[in-house]
């Protein structure tokens, strides 16, 4: 089947993003960071007047990966320069496996392509093996570390990684 993108754009949308990037955060980050960063990140990031105000303040956009017109997952970008960071790309478990993120990284490429940008650069936890495995599958190359604090004793220990297109 294929994925599309689907721009989110209300306030309905941005309540079922928060309630979909909660879902995904609880099940997927428990085997990498800790409950209590779990829920601390969720709503610094991922809660409705996070999103919100990255939307409407940041220049953040947010797109739904939907099949059928159901979501499976999201993922959040943002112009920088001539690049495109890629904040946010998480897909529902019982998605995964199935081309979806392959489709969705075709579609960010013809997003750059569209824009001029000339690369695609996104952070990932070091200790994040499976998925850092997958970003090197699709051409992503680790340019640096980075560890930034994000308050309340949390710290987010990051690869740097990114795509020239």
Partial sequence: MRLSLTKIDS????????????EIWYEYFV?????????????????IPALTDQITNQGYEYYFMTIQDY???YLGIKQDKSKLFL????????????????QA???????????????????????????????EKKGFKTIRTQVA?????FVMDDYVMEKEI
């Fill in 11 to 22: 306030e309905n949308d941005i309540a079922s993003l928060a309630q979909l990037a909660s």
């Fill in 31 to 47: 085997s990498i960071i800790s409950k209590e960063q779990i829920e601390y990140m969720v709503e610094k990031f991922q809660s």
């Fill in 71 to 73: 979501p499976i997952g």
């Fill in 87 to 102: 904040s946010k790309f998480y897909i529902l478990q019982e998605h995964r496996g199935k081309g979806y993120a392959s």
């Fill in 105 to 135: 990284m075709e579609q960010l490429v013809d997003i750059c392509r569209n824009r001029n940008l000339d690369a695609i650069w996104l952070t990932v936890n070091r200790h994040n093996a499976s998925t850092i495995a997958v970003y």
């Fill in 149 to 153: 604090d994000i308050g309340n004793g």
